[in-house]
């Protein structure tokens, strides 16, 4: 019995207790403002685990793709900062998109999509940019078209990397 009181003694209980809840914390924006994600102010914008900068269960893809947005002039378009959005949270919904449409298409590789189904989940993605996600920052800014660009990342042969750009999405 004295061995356990001993034991329970050394064990740092307000480390322990303060890691246990930094595990759970949330981070919006900068990672000196936290939140419990609690209320509907608070917003659940990304989680950080302990000891990684990458999220958990990510997947890594051989040819990863990412999306981004930009004018009608082809000037991009700032997503975190024009439009409150984090561009991981629209390369999210654009897979999302995607993968329900091979679903539906009966096919489980997304980047053999015919362009007119990747156009569609493009579509789908902008709609809601424009009408549920970022509504007040496009019409305060008055942002006219909106595209949508997927960016495929290969390595050939010879080791270079090469990039296929393909516009997905115009509203």
């Known amino acids: 019995m004295q061995n356990v009181r001993n034991l329970i003694a050394r064990f740092p209980f307000k480390t322990g207790i303060t ?3 930094l595990c759970f914390v949330i981070v919006r924006h900068e990672p000196t403002r936290l939140g419990l994600g609690f209320g ?3 917003v659940k ?3 950080f685990y302990p000891l990684s900068s990458f999220p958990m269960y990510s997947k890594f ?3 990863p793709i990412y ?3 930009t004018d009608v ?3 991009p378009i700032a997503c975190h900062k024009r439009l409150g959005v984090l561009a991981s949270e629209l390369k999210k919904k654009y897979d999302k998109e995607l993968r329900i449409v091979a679903k539906r298409e009966g096919t489980t590789s997304i980047s053999k999509l015919a362009p007119r189904l990747k156009a569609e989940a493009g579509m789908v993605t902008l709609r809601w940019l424009r009408k549920e996600r970022a509504t007040e920052a496009i019409a305060e800014q008055n942002i006219g078209p909106i595209l949508l ?3 495929i990342l290969r390595r050939d042969e ?3 990397i090469t990039k296929a750009i393909t516009l997905v999405g115009e509203l």
């Open 19 to 21: 890691v246990g809840f």
């Open 40 to 42: 509907k102010d608070s």
């Open 45 to 47: 914008e990304a989680e």
């Open 61 to 63: 893809s051989s040819n």
């Open 67 to 69: 999306v981004y947005l």
């Open 73 to 75: 002039n082809d000037d």
């Open 149 to 151: 660009h997927e960016v």
């Open 158 to 160: 010879g080791n270079e």
